[in-house]
């Protein structure tokens, strides 16, 4: 057991369909940074639980096992990452659940110098992780929600406006606080409609 922990350099997240996807390749092209070659959701499928039942610190046994479970999950499977790999890398007997998150996410992109993650729907842990590595950065991008319903409608993601209006506001109620919290000079908040309109000006923006 190392503690070979490398804090994310950058961490993407926005309600889908609100533009992620495209601030991801523009932060691609930044010096050493990578992304894995799935999208994560690693909290949503894994660290959630383990925080539910063990709190932020769970045991060793507790990890590798939802990490076996991650594993078999296609979201986990996107990540080509194996549970033994990620604990060789945690030290300790109660690891902290934002360094397991960061061991996978390392190991998911190859161990670069800048590791990052685009997660959409989990703005709730970015909190976490921000606190955390001093060094890790978010973007939170937002789009007008009635493009955002209507794009994921046809793909048929939605049958509820009501549903995806509570959703949608707790992600953006989060997403702002954030953006004027403690670690607000480590947040950039994107617009998606400003992000189409000059992506040359965003590029630069995110390269500060």
């Not at 480590?186 to 630069?204: C, H, K, Q, S």
Request: proline share 6%; hydrophobic share 45%.
């Amino acid at each position: 057991m190392t503690g070979d922990v490398t804090p994310p350099a950058l961490l993407l997240a926005g309600w889908s369909r609100s533009g992620t996807t495209m601030v991801t390749r523009l932060a691609s092209e930044l010096p050493q940074v990578r992304f894995p070659a799935g999208e994560s959701q690693f909290f949503r499928y894994c660290g959630r639980g383990l925080v539910l039942r063990h709190g932020p610190r769970p045991r060793r046994t507790a990890v590798r096992q939802a990490l076996g479970r991650y594993r078999d999950h296609w979201s986990g499977s996107d990540m080509g990452v194996e549970p033994d790999a990620v604990m060789e890398r945690l030290a300790g007997a109660r690891p902290h659940i934002a360094d397991v998150y960061a061991v996978v996410v390392d190991l998911a992109t190859g161990g670069s110098a800048r590791p990052s993650d685009k997660s959409n729907l989990n703005a709730e842990w970015l909190e976490v992780v921000l606190d955390r590595f001093a060094t890790t950065r978010a973007v939170a991008v937002v789009r007008d929600p009635r493009a955002v319903f209507v794009s994921a409608r046809e793909l048929g993601w939605l049958t509820s406006p009501a549903a995806f209006a509570r959703s949608w506001a707790r992600v953006q109620g989060t997403l702002l606080r954030l953006a004027s919290g403690p670690a607000a000079d480590r947040v950039v908040l994107l617009r998606y409609e400003d992000v189409v309109a000059d992506p040359d000006r965003v590029g630069r923006a995110l390269s500060e």
